[in-house]
């Protein structure tokens, strides 16, 4: 069985430009979630998708960070304008659903803002 | 205070150690709780979950104390191979919690 699937791996771009970064999760999961994890530090939670609809939002820089799931598969993520305290892994994970299931982590991408 | 706490470590033993780990969680109503492994520069991924009744898998033994809200991960007869970063996750209503992990190391 595939895994998740996360590009680019690696990213540099400069404060002010903008990034996007893609997943595709696991056939037939149905919860889609996008951390943010910072050297030292655990995964936080960013967005959470349910299908294509939007769970869990509470954490994500609005005036930044955008997310969205068309078709409740593949899902991108977009940073505009990235900050230098932006830098890190963007995980994406999926799941069966949004209830006690195992999460299926992707392989990351590292962002580096200069 | 965190939602999720976890003694960052570094946790360096010798092979063979037995090494226990604690996670404390702040949200009462947390239902469900795991431990993810993560390896330098790698994904988490499933160490187990954690029952309410305790459970063992292998040389990992894993416990739930909901009146003092927390958990814990005991590691018994350490190999080299066990090094990594343990993160804590604790969940409920659809959403989970990572703690900032604890990293061991075990040397020869």
């Known amino acids: 069985e595939a895994g998740v699937a996360q590009s680019p791996r690696y990213k540099i771009i400069e404060k002010r430009q903008s990034v996007a970064f893609w997943c595709n999760p696991i056939?037939?999961?149905?919860?889609l979630y996008w951390y943010q994890q910072i050297l030292g530090q655990g995964p936080k939670l960013l967005i959470q998708f349910q299908n294509n609809g939007v769970v869990d939002d509470s954490q994500l820089p609005k005036d930044r960070f955008s997310a969205e799931r068309l078709k409740g598969v593949d899902s991108t993520l977009k940073i505009q304008p990235a900050k230098l305290e932006d830098s890190a892994v963007y995980l994406c994970?999926?799941?069966?659903?949004?209830?006690?299931?195992?999460?299926?982590f992707g392989p990351g991408t590292r962002l580096t803002v200069t | 205070r965190k939602e999720v706490e976890q003694d960052p470590g570094p946790f360096n033993v010798p092979e063979g150690a037995t090494v226990a780990f604690n996670c404390t969680y702040s949200?009462?109503?947390?239902?469900?709780f795991f431990w993810y492994r993560q390896d330098c520069r790698k994904e988490p991924k499933l160490l187990m979950s954690?029952?309410?009744s305790g459970n063992e898998d292998g040389r990992f033994t894993a416990q739930l104390n909901r009146a003092s809200q927390y958990i814990s991960l005991l590691i018994r007869d350490s190999k080299l191979s066990d090094s990594a970063t343990y993160l804590c996750v604790a969940g409920g209503a659809g959403k989970s919690t990572f703690g900032d992990g604890t990293t061991l190391t075990v040397k020869p």
């Open positions: 954690v029952y309410s």
């Open positions: 994970a999926s799941s069966l659903g949004t209830g006690p299931y195992e999460q299926y």
């Open positions: 056939s037939g999961h149905a919860t």
């Open positions: 949200n009462s109503a947390s239902q469900s």
